[in-house]
Structure formats: structure tokens, C-alpha cells
């Protein structure tokens, strides 16, 4: 089976854009692999509130966001590419980064040009870091890369839009640069206006990334395609989402108690992941004892109450 990595390369050669929505832990990127998508992103926003109740601020450390990588990977099928933060330090610090990101089973990152600690790209207060450093990055990501696992995608970020003393022409230097220093796309985070984007799709010297949320415009498939944008990101759809209806059944459980939720449950049960043994994997769970423990761990079943899986 080809690797994650290379099957990545494919979606985006085969063009003309790759949408890829966001999923903050292994359940929310099965319901997106069950949804159709060919591959999914591991938003740093979702991973650090879901995981740490913090916002994005550099508080995640690498070990907890290529963990939560590592349960998103091994969880679906399709490719997944993961927020990878400043790279957690300086260009040696990059070296491991992306090492841990490979032997996590991503196809691919995206590591920003901030200040680290660093912050979510939408909110004001960024820095970033000299140009020189920040190609010293990328070139000591792209040289692992290349050591271990070619077709591993590097997507380079820069901020310097919407970074104190920023700008959109310090951008489009940057993230060329950054192509040039081995990058497989360039991701200018923040454009503000439809013109902005345009002049980015213009004058990126290769695929260009989008992140489609927070201060940037939105934009149908066809608009994407017709700008000539390569991949494009919808990163916490999903955890607004989770949010708002966790929100919305707590307040009901709060205000009628346990009635809400037997409410909530009757009417879950007629929606297509209503089963939620089934999505959750119990039925290969009994075929893997038939297969491997025989029809003897199978008795078990017959006088247990509960779920059985098929």
C-alpha cells in the first residue's frame, strides 16, 4: 500500500483543488472519513482547546500535538495533514519535529514563520521571526524530509500579513522564499480582501495553500478552482460545530434534566451515525476474536445484555 504521504502528492497533483476540512481528534476525522473526504487536517485550534481546554497560544507542546497526529493517522485511511505550530524551536528542533511527524503516519504539515510562543493566524498580537531564520527552518525540514520520506509535504506559513509591521508584499517574499528553500506549498495566512487572494494566486511562485476561516474571505469550489489554489483548508468547522450542540443539549440536560437527554437519544438514533457502537468499531472488534481467539470467544455473546455486534 502506498504511503499516506505519496497518496497526498496524488490528490494534489490530480487537482484542480483539494478541499480538506479540519477534525480536532480521531472520532471527529472518522465522521469526516465516513463523510466522503479524500483527506482531512489536524487543526492546532481544535487540538489545543480539545486537549488542553487553552486557546491557541503555543501552550500545546509537540509531544501533545503529534500524539493527537499519531491517534488522527491511525484512525482513518486517507491522508492527513497536521499543524506542526513554529516546528517547536529552531531549525534543530525541526529536524525531530518533522521526524516525529513522519513516524506518526501524516502525510504532511504546515509550520509557520512566528514568533514562538506562537498564536492562532486570526488573532492580533503577532510577531514573526527574521527571514533568514525562518528559511533556515525550512531547509532543515525539507533535508530531513527528503532523508526519510520524499513524498512527506511540506506546506511553509508565513504571518508577516497580519503580524505587527507586516505586510502583503512581505508575505509574498517570505513564502517564495520559502518555496525556494525547499517548500512543497506556500500559505500566506490571513489575506483580508478577494483582491488580496488574487494577487497572492498571481505572484506565489508555486501551489499556493488556503485557509479558509477567521478574516479571510470564503469562496465556493468553482471560485477556488477558477483562483487556481491548490489546497484549501476549513479547520474548525467541526469543533464549532461539536461546540454549539454539546452547548445546546448541556443547557437542556441543565434545564429539564434527564428527559433532555433521553429526548436527545431517540432522535440520535435515527441519524445515519445513530449507531454508535457500530461506527465505533465493535463489529471488527468480535471479527477479529472469531479470528484470532476462535468460536469460542464467541459464546460470550450469547447470554450478555446489550449492543451485539454483527
Known amino acids: 500500500m502506498k504511503r499516506a504521504s505519496t497518496r497526498l502528492r496524488e490528490l494534489i497533483a490530480r487537482g484542480p483543488t483539494l478541499y480538506v476540512p479540519g477534525c480536532y481528534n480521531a472520532m471527529s476525522a472518522k465522521v469526516l472519513e465516513q463523510a466522503g473526504f479524500d483527506a482531512i487536517y489536524m487543526t492546532g485550534y481544535g487540538t489545543s482547546l480539545s486537549l488542553t481546554g487553552l486557546p491557541d497560544v503555543g501552550l500545546a507542546t509537540m509531544t501533545e500535538m503529534v500524539a493527537n497526529a499519531r491517534y488522527i493517522a491511525s484512525a482513518v485511511r486517507i491522508p492527513l495533514v497536521a499543524d506542526a505550530d513554529t516546528g517547536f524551536g529552531n531549525a534543530i528542533n525541526v529536524i525531530r519535529t518533522i521526524r516525529e511527524y513522519v513516524g506518526a503516519g501524516v502525510a504532511g504539515i504546515h509550520m509557520e514563520d512566528q514568533v514562538s510562543p506562537k498564536r492562532c493566524g486570526h488573532v492580533a498580537g503577532r510577531l514573526v521571526i527574521p527571514l533568514e531564520e525562518a528559511v533556515g527552518k525550512i531547509r532543515a525540514a525539507a533535508d530531513t524530509r527528503n532523508g526519510i520520506d520524499p513524498d512527506f509535504v511540506l506546506i511553509a506559513r508565513t504571518d508577516a500579513r497580519g503580524a505587527h509591521g507586516g505586510s502583503l508584499d512581505d508575505a509574498i517574499a517570505r513564502v517564495n522564499a520559502y518555496l525556494a528553500a525547499g517548500a512543497d506549498l506556500g500559505f500566506i495566512e490571513g489575506p483580508t480582501s478577494v483582491e488580496e487572494v488574487k494577487r497572492i494566486c498571481r505572484e506565489v511562485k508555486g501551489p499556493v495553500f488556503y485557509n479558509m476561516t477567521g478574516v479571510s474571505p470564503r469562496f ?51 441519524h445515519p451515525l445513530g449507531d454508535l457502537h457500530t461506527f465505533a468499531g465493535f463489529d471488527q472488534v468480535r471479527a477479529w476474536e472469531r479470528e484470532y481467539l476462535g468460536e469460542e470467544a464467541m459464546r460470550k455473546y450469547a447470554d450478555s445484555v446489550g449492543h451485539v455486534p454483527k
Open 220 to 270: 465556493t469550489m468553482d471560485e477556488l478552482r477558477e483562483l487556481g489554489i491548490a489546497m484549501c483548508i476549513s479547520p474548525n468547522a467541526m469543533l464549532r460545530s461539536a461546540l454549539a450542540a454539546m452547548h445546546d443539549l448541556a443547557a437542556q440536560m441543565r434545564a429539564e434534566g434527564p428527559v433532555a437527554e433521553t429526548r436527545f437519544m431517540e432522535g440520535f438514533r435515527k
